[in-house]
T-cell receptor, first 115, second 112 residues
Framework: GAVVSQHPSRVICKSGTSVKIECRSLDFQATTMFWYRQFPKQSLMLMATSNEGSKATYEQGVEKDKFLINHASLTLSTLTVTSAHPEDSSFYIC???????????FGPGTRLTVT | DAKTTQPNSMESNEEEPVHLPCNHSTISGTDYIHWYRQLPSQGPEYVIHGLTSNVNNRMASLAIAEDRKSSTLILHRATLRDAAVYYCILRDVQNAGNMLTFGGGTRLMVKP
């Protein structure tokens, strides 16, 4: 089946620094990718829809200047958490659909810890 | 968005069938019923989906009520590897495209 990868799988950074997370579709092209955040023992919350070649669409309550999304190619979307704070510590997951299939493929997630 | 309601948790014995219920009384005619599951510390994975008819695949079966206001995911023989959070999601293809909105899900615990 289709594969979505994320890098890094886990990262620890100091408060105030920025962290970039990559999401790649390895064997298909994706004009749209989705970014989710998941806090411990909670469900996934959609943060934004990443659109190739255009601006991302952010969900209500998600600061677009803090969570920068770049979808520069059909196989890569990046999420940059700027000026990270401890409350940004979370599990960040991306997903994508290969073409017209019904299945959405999720990356393995990136665990961010801000100290 | 049409919402789904699932029990917070369920327990099952290994090698026994498991029936995971989902209520979606406000489902619209264009909503597909999707099931995903998330193993610990991993991203979700697709399990099955359907519109009106019951569906079977290698992972599970999906039984959809005639009025579509509820559905049941059936794991025919639970294994320890099936311990996960199972999410029942309505996908409105017409209005929301590929977007998925996750609810609380059901945490399935499988006892050996």
């Amino acid at each position: 089946g289709a594969v979505v990868s994320q890098h890094p799988s886990r990262v620890i950074c100091k408060s105030g620094t920025s962290v970039k997370i990559e999401c790649r579709s390895l064997d298909f092209q994706a004009t749209t990718m989705f970014w989710y955040r998941q806090f411990p023992k909670q469900s996934l919350m959609l943060m934004a829809t990443s659109n190739e070649g255009s601006k991302a669409t952010y969900e209500q309550g998600v600061e677009k200047d803090k969570f920068l999304i770049n979808h520069a190619s059909l196989t890569l979307s990046t999420l940059t958490v700027t000026s990270a704070h401890p409350e940004d510590s979370s599990f960040y997951i991306c997903s994508a659909n290969p073409g017209e299939t019904y299945e959405q493929y999720f990356g393995p997630g990136t665990r961010l810890t801000v100290t | 968005d049409a919402k789904t309601t699932q029990p917070n948790s369920m327990e099952s014995n290994e090698e026994e069938p498991v029936h995971l219920p989902c209520n979606h009384s406000t489902i619209s005619g264009t909503d597909y019923i999707h099931w995903y599951r998330q193993l610990p510390s991993q991203g979700p994975e697709y399990v099955i989906h359907g519109l009106t008819s019951n569906v079977n695949n290698r992972m599970a079966s999906l039984a959809i009520a005639e009025d579509r206001k509820s559905s049941t995911l059936i794991l025919h023989r639970a294994t320890l590897r099936d311990a996960a959070v199972y999410y029942c999601i309505l996908r409105d293809v017409q209005n929301a495209g590929n977007m998925l909105t996750f609810g609380g899900g059901t945490r399935l615990m499988v006892k050996p």
